[in-house]
């Protein structure tokens, strides 16, 4: 029982020493504040609907 407090404890302390070591930098500031990055995903959002709305139509006239 000791052995396992011990253990757990070392472990937390070892956890909260090494997130306050191991700082990220900072991200770079944006380039232009009012840009919002949206087309990455979305294009491949729009792209897999359509498919999906291509797949369900072939279907339907398939029956």
């Known amino acids: 029982m000791k ?4 253990l757990t404890l070392l ?3 070892a956890g909260l020493v090494i997130s ?3 700082l990220a930098q ?3 500031p944006p ?3 009012t840009s919002v990055p949206i087309d990455g995903g979305l ?11 291509a ?7 398939q029956k």
Do not use: E, H
């Not at 052995?3 to 011990?6: D, R, S």
């Not at 294009?43 to 709305?53: N, V």
């Not at 797949?55 to 339907?60: N, Q, R, S």
């Open 20 to 22: 306050q070591v191991a």
């Open 55 to 61: 797949k369900k139509a072939w279907d339907l006239r």
């Open 43 to 53: 294009s491949i959002l729009l792209a897999a609907g359509a498919g999906l709305g």
């Open 26 to 28: 900072p991200p770079p």
């Open 11 to 13: 472990l937390t302390f």
């Open 31 to 33: 380039l232009n504040p």
């Open 3 to 6: 052995k396992t407090l011990f």
